[in-house]
């Protein structure tokens, strides 16, 4: 597990997640192999491309997990992930709202519950 | 038609499309009222709402639009309005990239198959 | 393919489709049993049970394949079925233009396109 | 929020849900613009439409959010209005079961669990 | 409820799950006639036709309700017939994963949380 | 591109689709690093992973690529793979209609269609 995309990937992912070596320790028991290749697509192959900043990747992928609808546990993540890359509360939020017209209300209101979860008001 | 509600969403669309008085003329004579409320409610309520600019909030719709799957006619529309909004074609291609290990490689595929349609290589 | 409940289906989906059983003898040849299966479960176990009347189940039906996104060329079929189950044009686009808060403009304006293409304006 | 579409929408809302301005008042206060922009349009511009009676705009409701498979909070809200708009408890499990044969089983089974909560057996 | 065609699908739905009259019993209370539709075409129409062995319908099934995402009750179901198929462990997990890069991350982490309650590690 | 990773990606994928070069070479005119993702990622992580033959992996991905609904370009390539791999015309009919009572009859007339120009009767 020590390729160059690998660390690559690995040192993405600690932006979004500090602990991120936790949780793939976790995933790497249950299911061995996924892990790395989540490293090593996700967060080197699509995540280090060049073209968009760290924050406005973060937003796309609020936009997509909120449009799937049934994807809340993952919102829970990479919300606080998009905290962590520098996206405000606010912006989080209208992501979310931006989606309505395309989605519909369910799959928004279910995104607002996590959102609402995730950062509160101050 | 003319509320300050209605006003304010055709100005909102009509930055993103210069001819949107057309196209909802043309909505206008099939569905009378939809055009009203697309431009009421998607344009003037969502699209004006402060907190994100025009641009982002078009790259979150394209997203969006990637991740249903199903909308590559309203691709077609909306990656047009991101170019006008001052999206870059490689911020384009990026959020739609971007969606991949959320929503699958189909999803993107037929995204990515619009997007070279709508805007080609210079 | 004789059965009772066989032939209760059919009788049932002939409400529908006067030319059912040419568009079954083709499916038959495809795919041997599935347009049996279609007959008695979908048109025998499910359109005829009691406690809702056809035209209705058939305007829910529009409304279940609006939401789904991608059936059109099913909405095309089943836009026909409820014009011959009584539904007026106008409660056909009105079903449609119902589901928007839920399921969003993409999908709806897709049905619209067909229910446009299925039943013109007069 | 006083305005004649707003009202408008409140009072047709009001019709499905008696303790409406409670909800919106909770959801206003976290997502400040959202409630009214629901109210005016999902509850003036759409359910206000000419053509189509409340108890059957509510049951195309319910095949919709059945449809979509992962809008169950919604499917709770719904049954509920659809049965303060008239419908009975037959109508609200048939139009549901009617889903079967366009979206699958799991859909339908999680909806008639919802269902099953919110109107049990007399 | 004694047909032919739903002793043939009751034959086959014990060979997956031992105790199916029991949950039979409880749908048919619920829901009329629904368990009945349910025997006669999923596991007559459609499990008892030839040309696949029931190990292989199975993971397809698995396969089918990992890609709906919102599918998780009836993937415990399945998850645990398919194991009663005579598939394993592994090849349930890897069938999940297998979907990944079609139906994305979110739907595969659903599934496995859900493979790994019904069929932890030895 | 020729990293040990790659090169087994690419193998696997062969396999499946003796011209793969030629589509490679195509989509990274398009979108630069994105066919080297979909190798590594794709057809090594995933595809190699013990515990599931190839055939089986893909009446897999034909199972998945149905109940998107929205996949049929996907499946007219993966039905031909699964060909490749050894799948029958029977098999790859019979897994697709397996999915019939979870993603409903759209969904699968939609690939059966598919599958009917891809592999016509004999």
Redesign the interface.
Known sequence: MS?E?YQRGLKRLQELDPKAEESLAILQR??P??A???V???FA???T?P??DLK??Q???V?????????T??LHVHIRYALNAGA?R??I???I???????????V??A?KVA?EVCP?A
Chains 1, 2, 3, 4, 5, 6 share one sequence.
């Open positions: 390729s995309k249950i299911v192999g996924l790395e290749a989540i090593e697509y996700e192959d699509i995540y491309r073209g968009l406005t990747r937003l796309t992928t936009a997509s997990l909120t449009s799937l609808g049934y994807a546990p993952q405000t606010q912006e939020f209208e992501v709202i931006q989606t309505a017209p395309f989605v519909g209300f369910p799959a209101i279910n607002l609402h008001p």
